[in-house]
């Protein structure tokens, strides 16, 4: 029997080992550290950062799974390995390598804890208006069933397995009227229903970009984060904006592969060539932005001294230890109220 995969990394290890050493480990800054004493950089294991415990376990039929975990693997994380390295060794890419490297991107700019935060801030606004839509679909079978006089479908489709949702009927059978009500919450279950539309459907808008593979220059080594993937909206060197879409016209998307080579695509633009190596100053800016697009962690090869300068560290104990605490609660807070809805 397969053991269960209940260290969740949301970046890769195969990934993060491209800027590790031979015994594969890493510089780590932390965004946030709970006092002053802590390290600027800390030398660590790929193997042991950016994993949270049950990260993506969800529940089904009353019962946990890993199923969405292995799904990241067999379906984005092992296509894209070895596509990312024949990235890295200037060998040639076949189509399928660039439909596995931009998988790849839609993947991890999918399921970190910065993106889980912005979908739920989302789905507070959302899941009202998708909670009256099943209703209606709801109302449309019960109908249909009592004049047809057959027994009514009120599943719900599209990755709905993934969406802690119960519908409650209560129409007694001579009756005209009843009840009917919807009910799920904004949680782990929302989000990884989010993800499964994202990655079965609207991915289909990304691999249609043009991609391309840059160089930096010797001057500098891409550093990369705990979100790594980057949807860039430039207006000038001090006026832009991370809230570009997958299929918004003019956004820069772009991911670092290694601190040598970038993958990178603007939506709508003729890329440049494969290797081309970028002006410093604009590599220095790629470089800046993809530290303040970091969450609570910067990797790199080398101890950068730059990073300090570009992101200070946030000196805070009480955050630090109430962020520690919710993800030590996340699993079973996350299981308990998804079970008693359903």
């Known amino acids: 029997m397969n053991e269960f995969r209940e260290k969740n990394h949301y970046v890769p290890e ?28 800390k030398k660590s294991y790929t193997a042991g950062i950016v994993r949270l415990s049950h990260l993506y376990t969800r529940v089904a039929a009353n019962e946990l799974t890993d199923e969405v975990e292995r799904w990241f693997d067999t379906e984005f994380e092992s296509p894209a390995a070895k596509s990312i390295q024949k ?3 200037g060998e040639r890419l076949l189509p399928k390598d660039w439909s596995n490297l931009t998988r790849f991107v839609a993947a991890q700019d999918v399921r970190t804890p910065a993106r889980l935060l912005e979908i739920l801030n989302q789905g507070q606004q959302i899941l009202p208006d998708l909670m009256d839509d099943v209703l209606k679909h709801c109302m449309q079978e019960l109908n ?21 949702i119960k519908i409650i009927t209560e129409l007694p059978p001579e009756e005209d009227f009843g009840t009917l009500r919807v009910e799920s919450i904004v949680g782990r279950g929302y989000w990884l229903f989010t993800i499964k539309q994202l990655l079965t459907n609207t991915i289909n808008v990304l691999l249609q970009h043009k991609w391309t593979i840059l160089q930096s220059p010797t001057e500098l080594e891409w550093l990369t984060s705990d979100d790594p993937v980057i949807k860039l909206n430039y207006y000038n060197a001090q006026q832009y904006d991370f809230g570009g879409g997958w299929a918004s016209l003019g956004t820069e998307i772009f991911l670092p592969l290694s601190p040598k080579y970038l993958l990178y695509t603007k939506i709508g633009s003729k890329p440049l060539r494969r290797g081309t190596v970028l002006p410093l100053a604009q590599a220095t800016f790629i470089q800046r932005v993809i530290v303040l697009h970091a969450h609570r962690y910067v990797f790199s090869f080398s101890e950068d001294s730059s990073v300090n300068i570009i992101r200070p560290r946030k000196i805070d104990a009480e955050i630090f230890a109430d962020e520690a605490e919710q993800w030590r609660k996340w699993h079973s807070e996350q299981t308990s109220a998804e079970k008693n809805l359903l």
């Not at 800027?19 to 480990?25: E, L, Q, V």
């Not at 890493?26 to 002053?36: D, G, M, N």
């Open 14 to 41: 195969t990934y993060l080992n491209n800027w590790a050493d031979t015994n594969k480990k890493i510089w780590v800054y932390s965004v946030l550290v709970p006092h002053h004493k802590v390290p600027l950089w």
């Open 87 to 89: 990235s890295i060794s």
């Open 144 to 164: 249909s069933s009592k004049i047809g006089g057959k027994s009514p479908d009120i599943s719900i489709q599209n990755s709905s397995e993934f969406l802690p």
